[in-house]
């Protein structure tokens, strides 16, 4: 027997029905009870029956359903601080000293083809709600999935930015083990070792656990088709596809709605720019089956906007199945990609009506900007007491918080592969940093880049070439005496809220299409 039901006890708490598996090494448990009473694994101390169970085998420990394991150790803000420390100087410092006062942002070390989970990790964590969720997550007995394997890993990927945010380049040896343990299929080794896994993918699945293990912020203020989770609210937009069939004597035009996770950028011949990747594929022909002729027939999908997430992600659709060879192989044509994304005109005119009033302000402060540009370059800057005063609008409409109100997005994080195959070559991550800056992110290799550099990465070649795209929201600024007007809905416009369930995050092209 491998499998056992221990009591795990902290301090008051007591934790029944802990699941411990010896089959796993103890690390596995450890993360466990990390992720029962945020005793970091570092700190554990577990006893059994008087005697201190070893950190790397279950060698000798005497186990039995209903035993009873108790913890020693601190939660992080816990720990008792360390005395004040005289002043170091930058040149005295460390690497990881020196990042953090230099406000430089740490890598992760690669642990043998994980640079296509760093990359990931990296890129989500500029998304400013979810890195917060993730760091503040706590779980609860209350929701009865303490001890689940998301809750688990979700732990790891917390601790991991933690480290990284005190300037700490961590060593992801437990949020690796686990990712791969909650998904086998990442789990796959060649001659060599693990080998190397497709970045897209594991994007869709990080983000399926975080889905079901985050919630909403202010669900009430937020439209009830993405209230559910966080990654429903902030990263998750609603289609509306119109079916024509394009046959005689076929069924009229029918509506569905469905929500999406990311757009994808199918890339043919004719695809030379982000944009019109994108309409391409919110317009296509599909053959099934038509109940009004009783066969098959083709039909045209015609899909646009009808909600957009604070943060849009955007799959370049760069590998296809090559049967000869059995990979994915890629697609190394050059699509030019904006760092300032309109998605406007692939919206629906009910969502252009209410994206309008806020789109009018922009031109305002791009001028506002150009003009004390002007002012710095032939020295005639105002003081800034003298400045008009200007507030930050909220990027989300009231009633629907993690939306976008504008259609325009900045480009802030690109997730690029080099190689010829998803299972081969290297990821590596390209993030925004304080705004204006971009980093290079190779695994545990941070640099700074230019903006010149970022836009290179559109393909081409066997240069670093854009796999997926993360655009933000771009903000807004106005003079503090300018209030936006809202659209208001005439009421033979209004429609009642759709009340449908959400899908969990997958690639657009694997969805199938309704019947």
């Known amino acids: 027997m491998t499998s056992f039901k221990v009591k795990v006890k902290w301090g008051k708490e ?15 448990f450890r993360a466990q009870v990390f992720a029962l009473t945020g005793v970091p694994t ?20 005497k186990l039995k359903n209903g035993a009873l394991i108790v913890v020693m150790g601190s939660r992080d803000e816990d720990a008792l601080q360390e005395p004040e420390k005289k002043a170091t100087f930058v040149e005295d410092m460390s690497e990881d000293q020196s990042n953090v006062a230099m406000d430089m942002p740490v890598g992760i070390k690669n642990l043998g083809n994980t640079c296509y989970l760093n990359a990931v990790v990296q890129c989500l964590k500029t998304v400013p709600e979810l890195h917060k969720a993730i760091t503040e997550f706590r779980p609860t007995i209350a929701t009865g999935n303490t001890g689940s394997s998301n809750v688990m890993l979700l732990n790891t990927i917390k ?43 594991c994007w869709t699945e990080l983000l399926r656990m975080l889905q079901d293990s985050l919630s909403p912020q202010d669900p009430k203020a937020t439209k009830a088709l993405f209230r559910s989770s966080l990654v429903e609210q902030y990263m998750s937009g609603e289609l509306e596809s119109v079916w024509t069939c394009t046959e005689e004597g076929g069924e009229s035009p029918a509506k569905t709605f469905s929500t999406f996770h990311q757009l994808s950028c199918h890339i043919s011949t004719d695809v030379k720019y982000l944009h019109t990747g994108l309409e391409a594929r919110l317009t296509e022909s599909i053959s099934k089956h038509s109940a009004a002729l009783s066969r098959d027939a083709l039909f045209k999908k015609k899909s646009l906007l009808t909600r957009l997430p604070a943060y849009l992600t955007v799959d370049m659709v760069r590998f296809f199945y090559k049967e000869k060879e059995a990979v994915n192989a890629k697609i190394l044509k050059d699509v030019k990609f904006p760092m300032m994304l309109d998605v406007f005109e692939l919206c629906s005119s009910k969502l252009q009506n209410h994206l309008v009033p806020y789109r009018l302000h922009y031109k305002d402060m791009e001028e506002r900007a150009l003009e004390t540009e002007r002012c710095r370059k032939v020295g005639k800057m105002v003081p800034e007491n003298e400045r008009p005063k200007t507030k930050v609008i909220p990027y989300h409409f009231e009633n629907d918080v993690g939306s976008c109100n504008s259609g325009f997005y900045q480009l802030q994080a690109v997730l690029t592969h080099q190689g010829r195959t998803s299972s081969s070559g290297h990821y590596v991550s390209w993030v925004r940093f304080k705004g204006q800056f971009w980093l290079k992110c190779d695994d545990d290799e941070v640099s700074p880049v230019t903006e010149d550099e970022i836009m290179r990465l559109s393909g081409g070649g066997d240069w670093h070439c854009a796999y997926v795209l993360l655009y933000g929201p771009r903000p807004l600024t106005l003079l503090e005496d300018i ?16 009340q449908s369930s959400p899908e969990k995050p997958s690639s657009p092209e694997k969805q199938s299409s309704p019947e």
Do not use: H
């Not at 007591?14 to 596995?28: G, K, M, N, R």
């Not at 990284?164 to 040896?173: F, H, R």
């Open 14 to 28: 007591t934790y029944p029905d802990v699941e411990l598996d010896t089959s796993e090494v103890p690390e596995v």
């Open 42 to 61: 570092t700190r554990q101390k577990l006893l059994l029956k008087g005697a201190t169970l070893k950190p790397d085998t279950w060698d000798g420990a």
């Open 159 to 201: 601790a991991c930015y933690q480290t990284m945010d005190q300037g700490i380049t961590p060593i992801p040896l437990l949020m690796v083990e686990l990712f791969r343990a909650t998904f086998p299929r990442f789990a796959e080794q060649g001659e060599g070792g693990y080998m190397q896994q497709d970045a897209s993918e």
């Open 483 to 498: 209030n936006i007007e809202p659209y208001d809905e005439p009421k033979d416009e209004a429609t009642p809220e759709k």
